[in-house]
Antibody, heavy 117, light 112 residues
């Protein structure tokens, strides 16, 4: 069974940094692109970032460009999202998903990031 | 960015009756490879989203056949032939044709 498990969320002050991780299991991680999608509690979904299967291509939504960086370690089947200069509007539940044919396929339970002083 | 607009935003439905959700994109979702990367996702209360359909009408394994997707270009529809209690939740369309990928606002399906 394909599974992804996010971790690393927490409370951080505005301007601070946080690194999210996503551990994958049950599939050949190195053959899938991976996505980060976030959701403000009670609100809609927002695509944040995608990284290609080999890690050479990365994509971001405009609001996080220059502040967030997505990476992966295929030897560890782990996806990362390094977040800097965090703002209140980055507060959300962050989901890791596998990507296939432009779709987020397998979702984790999410990890909550709260940016507040 | 491609804007995805869903209607209605709320849909009260009687059990056993059909339901339909529309999704319109601000530009064509046909990719250069000829595919249209339009997906539908379901978010049940307290659960992460679940991909139901991709590429307009391709239902994923395990998705009941009462769910169907249709459309082309900029206009798409998700239909539920006979609503069941477990279908309650929020439904999103999403385009994966052009970065940044974008979602519709979500349609809340509830039972009358």
């Amino acid at each position: 069974e394909m599974q992804v498990l996010e971790s690393g969320g927490g409370l951080v002050q505005p301007g601070g940094s946080l690194r999210l991780s996503c551990a994958a299991s049950g599939f050949t991680f190195s053959t899938y692109s991976m996505l980060w999608v976030r959701q403000v509690p009670g609100k809609g979904l927002e695509w944040v970032s995608e990284i290609s299967a080999d890690g050479t291509r990365t994509y971001y939504t405009d609001s996080v460009k220059g502040r967030f960086s997505v990476s992966r370690d295929n030897s560890r089947s782990t996806l990362y999202l390094q977040m800097h200069s965090l703002r209140a509007e980055d507060t959300a539940l962050y989901y890791c998903t596998t990507g296939y044919d432009g779709s987020p396929v397998d979702w984790g339970q999410g990890t909550l990031v709260t940016v507040s002083s | 960015d491609i804007v995805m607009t869903q209607t209605p935003l709320s849909s009260p439905v009687t059990l056993g009756q059909p339901a339909s959700i529309s999704c319109r994109s601000s530009q064509s979702l046909v990719f250069s490879d000829g595919n249209t990367y339009l997906s539908w996702l379901q978010e049940r209360p307290g659960q992460p989203p679940r991909l139901l359909i991709n590429k307009i009408s391709n239902r994923l394994s395990g998705v009941p056949d009462r769910f169907s997707g249709s459309g082309a270009g900029t206009d798409f529809t998700l239909k539920i032939s006979r609503v069941e209690a477990e279908d309650v939740g929020v439904y999103y369309c999403m385009q994966g044709t052009q970065f940044p990928y974008t979602f519709g606002q979500g349609t809340k399906l509830e039972i009358k």
